[in-house]
């Protein structure tokens, strides 16, 4: 007991010293890379548990899920010694892989991954995935303002891709397995996204672009920041604590790019949809049928000759109405004109046919 107290004392001992974010980044870097990488492991190695039944599966996609940003910065990079694929050039990473894998996944009677159930050890393994993820950013930040000076883009977008490419990757392979819940990363942006895009943002322009911070400030305040998240979201919730959301909506709206949800629909299907609906024609009235075994014309009945009386109104329009059959059946048409209102004169014409 003495020994692990004296272990953790050692630890926190650079923490303990602080003055000023140089301080602060100096005792980042006293943590041991190794621990952190079995945390970090270990952590991966719980996710998409439905894909346990698919071994080889569930081995690529957790290891995508934490170095697959690593993976696709290194092959952007195009350079294999300061930008190595982490699982092809290190032994000892790929043997600690398998390792915290087999441990979590098939160690007998799931006793792993028991013990990483447990809040405060589940808590220390985020810490470490967050802890490397972090470093990751800021180190591709770097190479890329060395190997492609000048150049805006090249920062931003593998500083990004460092922090989100496993989550873009694996979001891919879990829809082709029918794994995928809800959008994926690249349809709907999360947290994942947003925060590598600020981290890597942030950090270029403090102290690339502007010279505002020195490399080492800048760092420390990334680090930091991305470390109070994991240990916030997991006492109130990512969606409280999810500070990038806010940043977000104000872009999007100075911008005037709208912000995707999940139940978004692009104008274009709305009108396909409009246009897919068939159109409701009414029903053309049918003659009724002759009876049967009867004459057809004694089915139709006859239609009553009608006389029409039209007369004048005065603003000198024709207005017509029925009257009456004749007696002798022939059509009379009483045609009424009304030149003058004021006289009360009528003339009226019989006409026959």
């Not at 621990?35 to 599966?57: D, I, M, Q, T, W």
């Not at 873009?168 to 082709?176: E, F, K, N, P, S």
């Not at 911008?255 to 068939?278: G, N």
């Amino acid at each position: 007991m003495d020994d692990i107290l004296g272990s953790l004392r050692a630890a926190l001992q650079p923490f303990l010293k602080v003055t000023n974010l140089t301080d602060l980044y100096s005792a980042y870097t006293t943590i041991p890379t190794e621990y952190a990488l079995v945390g970090h492991c270990l952590f991966l190695a719980a996710l998409a548990p439905e894909f346990k039944h698919r071994f080889l599966v569930h081995f690529w996609i957790t290891f995508l899920a934490g170095f697959g940003g690593g993976v696709i910065t290194s092959i952007l990079m195009m350079d294999p010694v300061k930008a190595p694929i982490s699982i092809l050039a290190n032994n000892s990473l790929g043997v600690t892989w398998f390792i915290c894998w087999w441990l979590m996944v098939y160690s007998p009677f799931n006793v792993v991954g028991r013990i990483h159930s447990l809040p405060p050890v589940k808590l220390i393994t985020k810490l470490c995935l967050t802890f490397l993820r972090a470093n990751l950013i800021i180190n591709r930040v770097e190479l890329a303002v060395v190997l492609f000076p000048g150049v805006i883009a090249a920062p931003l977008i593998l500083g990004t891709l460092a922090g989100s490419g496993g989550k873009l990757l694996v979001d891919a392979i879990r829809y082709h397995w029918d794994g995928l819940r809800g959008p994926a990363e690249a349809s709907v942006p999360t947290f994942v996204w947003r925060s590598a895009a600020l981290a890597a943002g942030g950090y270029w322009v403090a102290c690339k672009y502007t010279s505002l911070l020195t490399s080492q400030e800048a760092a420390a305040v990334v680090i930091t920041v991305l470390l109070i998240h994991s240990v916030l979201s997991d006492l109130f919730g990512s969606d409280v604590t999810d500070f990038t959301y806010p940043l977000a909506k104000i872009a999007h709206a100075l911008s005037l790019v709208p912000m995707p949800t999940e139940t978004a629909v692009p104008a274009a299907s709305k009108a396909a949809k409009k246009s897919s609906q068939p159109l409701v024609k009414p029903a053309k009235q049918q003659a009724p049928a002759p009876a049967v075994g009867g004459n057809p014309k004694a089915s139709q009945q006859p239609q009553p000759s009608t006389s029409t009386v039209s007369s004048q109104s005065k603003t000198g329009a024709l207005e017509t109405a029925p009257v009456k059959p004749a007696a002798s059946g022939k059509n009379v048409v009483v045609k009424v004109e009304s030149s003058n209102v004021r006289n009360g004169k009528k003339q009226e014409s019989k006409k026959t046919k």
